[in-house]
């Protein structure tokens, strides 16, 4: 199986800003990152014989045979593709397993969304996945150890992806909604169905606002209660909102007509684009983000302090970044499209 992998040729630069090539044994790509010595792949689409999945947005998992992920996100990914075989990696519980010392940390991404820990003998190596630093309503605060080897989502790492404080923003949110519910309209929240529309739901129940949610985010919204995350007063949408109440629906599914009156808004980390409001057809775009920002993903490269930085999903201008705050650094897999919410 040798011939098939495809190690990782690095460039090392010096202080001195002279080069020496020298080569990753402790992963290796195949379309996807791959744990070398346990044959792990992590966060793939793909059927695999054996996968991590740090949390159960659809872009991160596959119908594997066997996947390695938190209790959380086990109860959500099977939610999402029926019964599958799952092994369960509570945060801060290592596992030996095929070589290899294996640990979950909370991402702060969604709920059970888990960054890798992989150790083997003295050198490791961390798999952020998605993740956020700061606070969130619904997800366990993001914990990053020390490693090696740093592999990060950088999706977001243009220091256009600056987000205005989370408190500010949620204030204007409250106050946006409360100001429709006056004009006697239904706000129409329209966000990601797993992660956001539970954070969204949190927020307005914790201010006394009921919420119905549209079935796919209401399906999710149980497994969250079920795993103890309890978002206070929703209930499943039946065609028609009460006076008082906020919708809160997945991206495409807000055409509802048979509501009346409504002020749409849409919750995501793009709202910070000046024209995202006139993109996404809303009355009122939310910078609310799952994702950390340009500054935050610079931050945790700080915090885990790696020998070298592998920065996926990114432009290649944040690598340059990494590298001008002193860090070995490099491109890791193809860039991917931003996307709307
Ligand atoms: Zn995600």
Sequence with gaps: MESKKHHVPTRSVGTSGSTNLKTETFFHWEDGLK???AGLAVDFRRRQPRAFISHAHSDHIGRH?????TPETAALYQLRLGPRTTRHLPYREPLEWRGLRLTTYPAGHCLGSAMLLAEDGDESLLYTGDFKLGESATAERAELPHADILVIESTYG???YRLPPRGE???KFLALVRQTLENESTPVILTYALGKSQEVTKILTSSGIGVVQHRTVFDVSEV???CGMSLGGFELFEG???PGKALVVPPGMGHLDKIGCQTRFAVTGWAIEPSAKYRLRVDHAIPLSDHADYDELLEAVKIV?????YCTHGPESFVE?????GFDAHPLGRPSQGRLF
Excluded at 65 to 69: F, V
Excluded at 305 to 309: A, D, K, L, S, T
């Design 305 to 309: 302090h790696p020998r070298v930085v």
């Design 35 to 37: 744990l070398t010595k």
């Design 65 to 69: 045979e066997y996947a390695l992920c």
């Design 224 to 226: 969250y209660e079920r």
């Design 240 to 242: 028609r909102v009460e």
């Design 169 to 171: 923003t949620i204030e």
């Design 321 to 325: 970044r990494v590298r001008d705050i």
């Design 158 to 160: 243009t220091p256009a």
